[in-house]
């Protein structure tokens, strides 16, 4: 491209990622300083403000504002330059929490081909408004550059500039009402390449054509900012409200589900080191915000449109999971380093019991001990995890929200006594039917292990729909007719094979903390493990999962048919919720048989519903009563041996009361994927004086009052300046909440999502009040007083 760019003094070029920059600066630094020089010039110009174009769909919300941050910064720091658009051309779809974190970005523009990929229904618009799910409103355009072979309305951002190209751009074009300017890209960028000296002789040729569109370089950012100018204020700029839902590519919810899983645990890992790095500053512990950008930046790698959604090469998942140990080795230091600083300051005995709660709510979630404390809490359940080592189980213990919980032996005695009042209780009833029994349900298994009864006795209702069973797991088929590792085909449902063999079924656990059946099954070369589980103190029915996959181009889905009547059901994005129809009436709700969500999914009828959580998995389907989970795609193309191997990860059936709002589903998911963190009490410093450890104490960092608001991201300020709290309203509706630290507020700040101020916020002694508005994201930046 520098070689072009000396030769044609017209000719400019895009280049997107600043992640690809960032490796040309360390490993050729003379090239580098060339390109530098051309960006000075204008001529080489950086697009899109992400650190690599992401996976919209699986990304975590916190996830793509940190693709925003360090791409930003990247690209100033470097360059002086401060994009002002999303550039995702070939994204696999687009989140419709996306026009709000661009909005607190500063970023007015979002650009793609790819929604023109659709297999049903083509996008009525190339030109619009688009509106997420608190009504923030972004530019789109999608470029509409006809494909390669000129046989389909496919968008293609390979730009061979022929002259055919030049008039189909325009005929594919549906906003000419509005708009008579076109942005084309030159040379290939569907697996990288640029342009070649052939094109830009085109360009140079068609410049001068008569009777021809007119044709000229320039820089992308010009043109946005003229289109925004052009057609934001025109009443005939159409708008879509919600998700840009591709219809094509839906396997890549599901297929190499260990870097999906990777994934999701990175996210979550680093949430958590940051809030305990920020906590640990009110000791003395300095920001290590440096060091864990860059185990940031290694994430977000992994979050390219090609890896994290499953469709890469074989050689690019052995990266992937060094890059993500290495991630985790920068964070675990970190916050190893953090949580002595934090135990330091707790007063506790080496044989008390501290458990960490990193949710901004009080929790009573069963606990595993520590193998060191296990025979001081003889209460504690005996059980098994999946290498068969003894672990113990414990329950009925209040951990305060974003703090630590100390329980010492003896204080435990009484607990037990009077806050767990009743056991779960596990069954044989004859040769076919088994049976987990608890105050919440009568759980009855038949000899296939498939739940054939799931009673619910706080209601008096049956939770499965009249003679079907739950929890069936349904082999399907699997070979779409294009691209094995990105899609499914609606047809896969011609060719369901139940798995119902089983060669082993026993009582595994019989509480009184857990109840558990475990279930193994073979298929075909396969091993599925599941071990169901109730607990004494939660309504959470929990699926623990173990698969040795060795099969190719099969899916594998999880049924449950429910008592329920809707035509919609929930299900989790970034920082919020969007309903999808359960039914197939129109060719755009046929075109939705497989779709995302993060932690969970609910289907819910008047008074009553049910919702199904997971630890790491996004394909889902729900048709009528139907609900799917999407367990493993084993594709062969591109890579022959996709999921092939260990898989271990838990999904859970949470019937509930009232709507998922009512029942707290937000953080009830967010618990299966944030397990409280058990530990033995630390040798004290000193000066640090060990009470009399007679019963319990809790310490709480930072809590929020309102069920419908989520804390998120609790970190040290990228510039050192103060903490940043970021939280968003879950559940569709507008409050008043208040944040409540462990020590006073000295100053606060409303921030964007880049951490630059918007206003000074009042607070009072140790709490800051706030107004949410329906799914809104709030950012702040806190200064507290150092702790005492």
Same mark, same amino acid.
């Given at each position: 491209m520098l070689g072009l760019m000396e030769r044609y003094p017209d000719y400019h070029y895009s280049q997107s990622q600043p992640q690809v920059l960032q490796w040309l600066k360390e490993d050729v630094p003379e090239l580098y300083a060339r390109v530098k020089q051309r960006v000075a010039e204008g001529r080489f110009e950086p697009v899109g403000a992400m650190w690599v174009e992401a996976d919209c769909n699986l990304t975590s919300g916190e996830?793509?504002?940190?693709?925003?941050?360090?791409?930003?910064? $990247?690209?100033?720091?470097?360059?002086?330059?401060? *994009? %002002?658009?999303?550039?995702? &051309?070939?994204?696999?779809?687009?989140?419709? !929490?996306?026009?709000?974190?661009m909005q607190g970005c500063n970023i007015p523009v979002f650009m793609t081909t790819k929604i023109s990929w659709n297999q049903f229904n083509r996008m009525p618009c190339d030109t619009f408004r688009w509106r997420g799910i608190d009504g923030s409103e972004v530019l789109t355009h999608f470029i509409t550059a006809p494909d390669l072979y000129l046989t389909t309305t496919f968008y293609s951002y390979n730009g061979p500039l022929r002259p055919s190209d030049m008039t189909g751009i325009w005929k594919n074009y549906r906003q000419q009402d509005i708009n008579d300017h076109l942005l084309y890209l030159c040379g290939w960028g569907d697996g990288g390449g640029g342009a070649t000296e052939e094109q830009v002789e085109r360009m140079q040729i068609m410049a001068d054509l008569p009777d021809f569109p007119q044709v000229?370089?320039?820089?992308?950012?010009?043109? $946005?900012?003229?289109?925004?100018?052009?057609v934001w204020e025109n009443p005939r700029l159409p708008t879509w409200v919600g998700e840009l839902y591709l219809e094509y590519h839906r396997g890549t919810y599901t297929s190499q589900a260990r870097v999906k899983q990777a994934n999701r645990r990175?996210?979550?890992?680093? %949430?958590?080191?940051?809030?305990?790095? !920020?906590?640990?500053?009110?000791y003395g512990m300095s920001s290590r915000q440096e060091q864990l950008n860059q185990g940031w930046q290694l994430i977000l790698l992994n979050q390219f449109h090609d890896v994290l959604p499953g469709s890469s090469i074989r050689e690019v998942y052995d990266d992937a999971e060094r890059v993500y140990a290495e991630a985790y080795t920068i964070g675990k230091r970190i916050y190893d380093e953090a949580l002595a600083v934090v135990l330091q300051q707790i007063p506790a005995g080496e044989q008390d019991l501290l458990l960490l709660n990193t949710l901004m709510w009080e929790r009573t979630d069963p606990i595993q001990l520590p193998t060191a404390l296990a025979?001081? $809490? &003889?209460? !504690?359940?005996?059980?098994?995890?999946?290498?068969?080592?003894?672990?113990?189980?414990?329950?009925?213990?209040?951990? &305060? &929200?974003?703090?630590v919980q100390v329980v010492s032996p003896t204080g435990n005695a009484a607990i037990s006594k009077t806050q767990i009042p009743s056991t779960c209780r596990a069954a044989y009833t004859d040769d076919k039917t088994t049976v987990l029994q608890n105050d919440y349900y009568n759980l009855q298994l038949d000899a296939k292990g498939e739940i054939t009864r799931l009673y619910d006795m706080r209601t008096e209702r049956d939770?499965?729909? *009249?003679?079907?069973a739950g929890n069936q797991l349904i082999a399907y088929e699997d070979r779409p007719l294009n691209f094995d590792a990105w899609d499914i085909d609606l047809f896969y449902e011609e060719k369901p094979y139940p798995v119902q063999a089983v060669t082993s079924l026993r009582i595994l656990e019989e509480g009184p903390v857990r109840a558990t059946v475990e279930i193994v099954r073979p298929y075909m070369s396969s091993r599925i493990t599941q071990r169901i589980s109730l607990w004494r103190n939660s309504p959470r029915i929990d699926i623990a999962t173990e698969i040795d996959w060795h099969e190719h181009q099969t899916l594998l889905k999880a049924a449950f048919p429910l008592a329920i009547n809707s035509t919609r059901a929930t299900y989790e994005i970034q920082f919020g919720n969007v309903e999808r129809p359960t039914h197939r009436n129109t060719s755009w709700d046929l075109a939705r048989f497989e779709t995302c969500a993060h932690r969970w999914i609910d289907l819910s009828e008047g008074g009553y519903g049910i919702s199904l959580l997971n630890?790491?998995?996004?394909?889902?389907?729900?048709h009528d009563n139907v609900v799917r989970l999407t367990l493993l795609k084993s594709g062969v193309f591109p890579d022959t041996h996709a999921d092939e191997g260990l898989h271990r990860f838990t999904y859970s059936l949470l019937p509930h009361v009232g709507d998922w709002r009512e029942a707290q589903i937000v953080q009830r998911a967010y618990e299966l994927n944030v397990p409280v963190v058990c530990m033995a009490g630390q040798k004290k410093a000193p000066s640090i004086p060990i009470e009399s450890a007679t019963g319990i104490a809790s310490f709480s960092f930072i809590q929020v009052d309102c069920a419908h608001v989520i804390v998120e991201t609790v970190k040290p300020a990228e510039d050192g300046d103060g903490l940043i709290v970021r939280l968003y309203e879950a559940h569709n509706q507008r409050g008043r909440s208040t944040l409540t630290f462990v020590t006073s507020i000295l100053s606060a700040q409303e921030c964007n999502l880049l951490e630059e101020p918007i206003s000074d916020v009042s607070c009072q002694g140790n709490t800051l009040s706030f107004q949410v508005r329906p799914f809104e994201i709030k950012t702040f930046r806190v200064h507290l007083a150092p702790e005492r």
């Open positions: 996830s793509l504002i940190r693709q925003i941050i360090h791409g930003t910064r $990247f690209w100033q720091q470097e360059f002086g330059v401060t *994009p %002002r658009h999303i550039w995702l &051309p070939d994204v696999f779809g687009y989140s419709a !929490a996306l026009p709000q974190i000229r370089a320039g820089r992308a950012e010009d043109y $946005f900012t003229d289109l925004y100018q052009r990175a996210e979550l890992f680093y %949430r958590e080191v940051e809030l305990l790095n !920020a906590w640990a500053g009110l025979s001081s $809490f &003889p209460h !504690a359940q005996q059980a098994t995890d999946w290498e068969g080592n003894a672990v113990s189980l414990l329950d009925g213990v209040r951990i &305060p &929200p974003c703090g939770v499965l729909a *009249p003679g079907q630890d790491s998995k996004y394909g889902h389907d729900v």
